[in-house]
Each structure stands twice: as structure tokens, then as C-alpha cells.
């Protein structure tokens, strides 16, 4: 059964612009969740991580996420993108010490 | 503090032969984990290693093995190289206890391409 759903394969949004990239995961797994960033031909950059706490995380260059458990949804958001935003996007999910991750999204900035 | 780092950085096979990817872990860190990473999809778990045995393993045939040395670094050894084993390799390390163990660091990934 699939842990992370992202619902949204590509997002298009202009610079400077709002953007909020959306995941939801299956409530049946342990919730300790992670958005990561991937630059093109680039390994893995962790963003931010959810492991307990406020469920308001703030990560790196300017990103945050919401952990809704009512709604099993972790979106990430970022109030004003930049060209340097331009990569793809993974939501993930530790399941069992094994990162399950989602299928991506990709954002495209518009200049 | 050096991250994980993993080698080569590319690889060129040919369908048949066997290829071997090697990962060191975050310092600190006693267990490594090996994902797989088709092109335009999100990284597969391959199986994980500590305490130099595979501790688990995700749906990827025999043909991928692996080992852990006592320094706690690992290999992926691919046998009968097919033309769907090109990817991009990732190694993670984590701490086996703790709260920290929860997180995965990944390395920079090697990329296979099979001809």
C-alpha cells in the first residue's frame, strides 16, 4: 500500500509567487515525515522533518510544512519562490527504518 | 564533520557484467541503507545493513547484494547487469538508537548506465 501520496506530478508557478506542493500519507504508518529536495542531476537534500512537536516545521531556504493529522496530509510551502527553487521535490515517510518516499514533484518556476 | 560520501560518481557497464558501489556513512553512524533511483521516479529501498548484516530488504531480485565492514562502510554489488539497472544509486546512514534514527542522510548517489 502506498505510504506517501503527492498529488500534483509538476507545478508551474511564477517567481516571486506563493507555492504550496501538497502530500498525504496513509495513516496506518508511523508518522515521522520529510520533504526532500533533489537539484537537477543532484542526490538528496533534506528540507525540513517531522518527528514530533509543533507541527509547524520550518527547514531550510525559506520552507515550511504543516503536519495536519486530522487531514494525514504534510504540505510543504514556501511564501516566494526563486528561479533557485526550480527541482524536484520528494515527500517521504520512515516506515519501519526504511524512507518510503513519494513519486515527486516537480517545480517549474516561470519567470 | 564529512557527510556520506559514495564512489564512483559514474559508471558505465555492459548488460551482463557486475558492478560494485561503495558508500561511507555520516560519521557517527552505524547503519546504511541502499535506494534505488530510476530516472524520473521516487528512490526504492534496496535493503539496509548494520552490524554487517542485511537487516531488511525492499522487492529487488538476488542479483543485488550487498556487505558491511566493520568501519560500519557499505557495498552494493549488482551481478548480471540488465539494461533496467540504470539509475541513480543512493546510500543513507542513520545512528541504529536514538531519536536520530529516524533520519536518513543521503550521500550524493552514483549513476549506472547499463549498455
Known amino acids: 500500500a502506498q505510504s506517501v501520496t503527492q498529488l500534483d506530478s509538476q507545478v508551474p508557478v511564477f517567481e516571486e509567487a506563493p507555492v504550496e506542493l501538497r502530500c498525504n500519507y496513509s495513516s496506518s504508518v508511523s508518522v515521522y515525515l520529510f520533504w526532500y529536495v533533489q537539484y537537477p542531476n543532484q542526490g538528496l537534500q533534506l528540507l525540513l522533518k517531522?518527528?514530533?512537536?509543533?507541527?509547524l516545521v520550518k527547514g531550510i531556504n525559506g520552507f515550511e510544512a504543516e503536519f495536519n493529522k486530522s487531514q494525514t496530509s504534510f504540505h510543504l510551502r514556501k511564501p516566494s519562490v526563486h528561479i533557485s527553487d526550480t527541482a524536484e521535490y520528494f515527500c517521504a515517510v520512515n516506515r519501519d527504518d526504511k524512507i518510503i518516499f513519494g513519486k515527486g514533484t516537480r517545480l517549474h518556476i516561470l519567470p | 564533520d564529512a557527510g556520506v560520501t559514495q564512489s564512483p560518481t559514474h559508471l558505465i557497464k555492459t548488460r551482463g557484467q557486475q558492478v560494485t558501489l561503495r558508500c561511507s556513512p555520516k560519521?557517527?553512524?552505524?547503519?546504511v541503507s541502499w535506494y534505488q533511483q530510476a530516472l524520473g521516479q521516487g528512490p526504492q529501498f534496496i535493503f539496509q545493513?548494520?552490524?554487517?548484516?542485511?537487516?531488511q530488504r525492499g522487492n529487488f531480485p538476488d542479483r543485488f547484494s550487498g556487505h558491511q565492514f566493520p568501519n560500519y562502510s557499505s557495498e552494493l554489488n549488482v551481478n548480471a547487469l540488465l539494461l533496467g539497472d540504470s539509475a541513480l544509486y543512493l546510500c543513507a546512514s542513520s545512528p541504529r538508537f536514538g531519536f536520530s534514527s529516524y533520519e536518513q542522510y543521503f550521500g550524493p548517489g552514483t549513476r549506472l548506465t547499463v549498455t
Open positions: 517531522y518527528l514530533s512537536g509543533s507541527t
Open positions: 560519521s557517527g553512524h552505524d547503519t
Open positions: 545493513y548494520y552490524e554487517e548484516e542485511e537487516r
